[in-house]
């Protein structure tokens, strides 16, 4: 299992890398998206893969946390993947505002001929 | 005690007012003018109370914490010389105040303008009465600033903002080299109190630093009072409104740099270094000052550089540095101020009654305004050191000291007629300002028929000038005492008492003062016309200005060299900087685990099971896909996109965390709309761009194909390295411990969001309503390119009414949606502590509700139902939020403590009942109100662009009708 999500996490981040270094602004906005797959994947399996182990506690009693995957990676995702999701609108609109003013989607406002 | 409560309301009470002043109305004018004037006045009473204190050589203390953690203190100490010039300060402000209500036009806002005046008296009077150099420091630098808006207050102007940024830039630096100096200072005396850096003189003069203290605190001194060869902001700063001049330029914030010469001599001085620095640049400053003054047609420019000159010869005498030479020192101080903020006012009179300060315009004013006129005449009789006059009395001491003090250097043989040139420039000058303004022929090409000010505006300098002619009369009744006083607190209390009388006799100085006057009338009447036809400045000297080295040096170093740097350094374009960026990345993560990234001894291992091996090969091929596709087939990539985002949901759902799964879900839906509501403005491409087949961009894409592989691979090693290592327990592990019996809920995911680590999701609520405000901000000054604006290909071909019946059945489907939608947005808000779900998958949930509205109908249908107001919901959230929050004050608790109990409601059974869960219902609602706005906005973008169609449609059609 490790080795096929770490594989996996390269893949997204690789792909994720290469749209970004493209110089059309959609490219670098679906990169933006995939990179962040793959950063939040990698800082979920920080706390190391826990297949079906939730962490839902039972109401009172004694916990032993080794029983339980590490909910604090989850809680740091949590809030990644809603902030990258305001952060992916941001660079939408810049893109499509940009596009408006400059006429071109190119990443720097014009073309690399002119 | 009481005085120590009075002094700390005493440092404060010009920052309350001006904070006051800027709450009254623009047009309060008059009560502007009291509350500065009592607040002023308050501050005298104040000081009144201290005199008693500080005529027996007293000193006053005061202290409050300021900023503990760098034991820097807010130490207050007052002695006599402080004493002496707060007094001065307060004095000369009150009259400024008053001269001022009348000078200022009434388009001025005379509210802002004193709000600004009384923050300056602050800051002065804080470098004053500062215990603590580093105090000082933060005072000095905060007048240049007070200064920079106080010289800029006509800021329309362009003289006035060059003005005002020339003094900034040059006293704020100087302001850093006297910040070094003063760090350097406490260094070697151990300590950052003044009175005991006052007395450690003997250890700073024998440290090594010496040197390079002196020359940095010179550096702030010099460049405050304007002396050669930083004296060229001075004139600049003449662009201010005349009250302004008259207060900085002549009573305080100019003399503020002597004011530390002269306070710091004992510490500092006594050294050849010293002597020849300081009497150096104060005799060449003396001179230089004068004979340019000369030469200025402007009224205020000849105000200036007198200024400048007199300015030179106090710092002269702190070069010189006995207690006799203090007290001269100080006692010109004062005078200087008296006579030149009257002048300064009638100046202002001048210039405010005529309309004009070009002295070969005005002439013959005695006649229309004949009071004026008179008080104008005795304050530069005083100026030109005339007996009888105060200023005399100063610059024969002066005289006397230049003669009589021998430390045997060529300086010091030449001090003596170094003087006498100075003065003799001085009466001059001061010849002329009298003979020009006031006498000859009747000016009549003025811009205004001139006559005298209303009375108000002439009290203050009757005022002043009484008081030359009071101190010149009588010395030994008026200052002498005090003088005293101030210069025994400088030099000493083992200074003998000084008299200061008018007559000793006939001697030297006497005599020197009877050649200048002699000389200075001469040279005014031999060289009167050929001043008035010439350029602003002696012979040759004219051309010679530090003003435009300064402007050449500014040029060089605030644009050229910039730009030069940038073409160098940087780029403006994207690709570069993004290329650079990861490489970094990668380097530095290549560095720092060099040699350290090893494998675990036992590796962490789960067997590899087969199905979710297929859901990464899917998972791969969408992402690799998409890398692909997003330049030519944008809607390909955006769906494999998606495939993707799917694929790490299951992931997440495999792996024991249901929250991040339902969450990625949702939010997989709100971005995949997003994208294809931004799709629409981007340009058609259905043919090829013409160079990518060429070879630099072969080369490109293999360059950056090569970075990418290397980075996901980098990456991917890191990730399997340390997800094989075993578990170490971590404060997860008390997160796991604690979620019930702390956080009353049994979802512990949740519980970190909304109760243990509550403070950052409410900084990330913060965010994305930042970002949702960013976006919509954005969107409403949107114009989309010409070619987008053209109805979509699909909406052209099929113009019949089918349209409306497009994809029917699905859009009826999405309506029903809506309920069970909201229903389903509760029930995870609901559950969310307990199990997955919570706020952040509820407010998006509810947002995709309000979405789907959207998508199956269309905008104009949907608002014209359901009112969704999504600023409100973000601020109303934000509030929730923060009032939680704050709601644990109430109880003692520090921000964002949660309180959980679980409540009994019948039917529905028990109920988390947290504080958490207010908090909760805050991050929802402000989930909800961003995610809509920001979707809301785009496609609100496409309803814009029809209306412009159709505007475009009508005026082409008017076109062709007409």
Known sequence: MEIILSAAIGILSASGIWLLLRPRSFQVVVGLCLLSYAVNLFIFSMGRLTPGAPPIMPKGGFVDPTRYADPLPQALVLTAIVISFATTALFLVVMIASRGMTGTDHVDGKERSQ | MAEHNLFLLFACLPFATSLILLTLRQTARGAATWLSGLSLVAGLAILAGFLPDIRTGGVLRASGEWVPSLGMNLALRMDGFAWLFATLVLSIGVLVVIYARYYMGSGDS???????????????????????????????????????????????????????????????????????????????????????????????????????????????????????????????AMAAPTPVSAFLHSATMVKAGVFLLVRFSPALGGTEAWFFTVTGIGMITLILGAAVALYRHDLKGLLAYSTISHLGLITALAGIGGPVAIL?????????????????????????????????????????????????????????????????????????????????TWLDEALPYLAVVG??????????????????????????????????????????????????????????????????????????????????????????????????????????????????????????????????????????????????????????????????GVAVAVASLWGGLTLAQELRLHAPNPAFAMLWTVGAACAIGAAWQAKYHRFAALVLLGGAGVVTCLTFAWFSSPDLAVTQLLVEIVTTVLLLLGLRWLPKRRSEIAEDKLMPAKIRRGRDLVIALAGGFGIAAIAFTVMTRPVVSNVGDWFLGNAYYEGGGTNVVNVILVDFRAFDTFGEISVLAIVGLTVYGLLRRFRPAPESVEAPYQQTVDDSPSLDDYLYVPSVLMIWMFPILI?????????????????????????????????????????????????????????????????????????????????????????????????????????????VLMLVAIAHQSLRASRMREADELAAAKKEAA
Not at chain 2, 332 to 355: P, Q, R, W, Y
Not at chain 2, 529 to 545: K, M, N, Q, V, Y
Request: hydrophobic share 55%; glycine share 10%; net charge positive.
């Open chain 2, 110 to 236: 005379l509210p802002r303008f004193f709000a600004l005046l009384m923050a300056f008296t602050g800051a002065m009077q804080g470098i004053l009465i500062s215990g603590n150099v580093l105090v000082m420091v933060v005072f000095w630098e905060l007048t240049s600033f007070m200064s920079f808006l106080l010289i800029g207050f006509w800021h329309q102007g362009a003289a006035a903002r060059d003005g005002a940024r020339t003094a900034l830039i040059i006293t704020a630096l100087g302001g850093l080299c006297l910040l070094t100096a003063m760090l350097m200072l406490g260094q070697v005396a151990g300590t950052y109190d003044l009175g005991i850096i006052l007395r450690s003189g003997d250890a700073i003069r024998a440290h090594p630093w010496y040197g390079a203290i002196l020359a940095l605190f010179l550096l702030g001194a010099f460049t405050k009072s304007a002396q050669f060869p930083f004296h060229f902001w001075l004139p600049g």
């Open chain 2, 423 to 584: 003065s003799c420039l001085s009466v001059a000058y001061s010849l002329r300002f009298i003979a020009t303004v006031f006498f000859g022929p009747q000016a009549t090409d003025l811009p205004k028929a001139p006559h005298e000010p209303v009375a108000w505006m002439r009290r203050p300098v009757e005022l002043l000038v009484l008081i030359c002619l009071l101190v010149g009369i009588f010395p030994a009744l008026t200052l002498g005492p005090i003088v005293n006083a101030a210069a025994r607190s400088v030099a000493g209390a083992e200074m003998p008492y000084y008299k200061i009388a008018i007559w000793h006799g006939v001697n030297a100085p006497l005599m020197l003062s009877l050649v200048a006057l002699a000389v200075g009338a001469l040279i005014y009447v031999f060289s009167a016309r050929a001043i008035a036809a010439g350029p602003e400045g002696p012979f040759l000297l004219h051309r010679l200005r530090a003003q435009r080295v300064y402007d050449w040096l500014l040029f060089r170093l605030t644009w050229r060299l910039p730009r030069l740097a940038h073409g160098v350094m940087s780029t403006e374009s994207l690709q570069p900087q993004l290329r650079l960026l990861v490489l970094t």
């Open chain 2, 328 to 408: 001269a020192a100080i006692f010109h101080i004062c005078n200087h101020a008296v006579f030149k903020a009257s002048l300064f006012m009638a100046a202002g009179i001048i210039d405010h009654e005529t309309g004009t300060r070009d002295m070969r315009r005005l002439s013959g004013l005695f006649r229309p305004m004949p009071f004026t006129a008179t008080l104008a005449i005795v304050a530069a009789a005083a100026m030109a050191g005339v007996p009888l006059l105060n200023g005399f009395l100063s610059k024969e001491m002066f005289l006397a000291e230049a003669v009589d003090w021998h430390n045997g």
């Open chain 2, 823 to 931: 229903m389903l947005s509760g029930y995870f808000f609901f559950r969310g502590h307990d199990l997955p779900g919570g706020g952040f998958a509820a407010g998006v949930t509810l947002a995709i509700a309000f979405l789907i509205q959207y998508i199956a109908t269309n905008v104009r249908w949907v608002e014209a139902r359901i009112t969704v107001l999504p600023i409100r919901w973000m601020g109303f959230g934000l509030l929730i939020a923060v009032s939680t929050g704050m709601g644990a004050w109430l109880f003692g608790y520090p921000f964002l403590t949660a309180h959980a109990r679980y409540v009994d409601i019948p039917l529905i059974g028990q109920v988390p009942a947290a504080t958490a869960l207010l908090f909760d219902i805050g991050v929802f609602a402000t989930v909800v109100g961003a995610v």
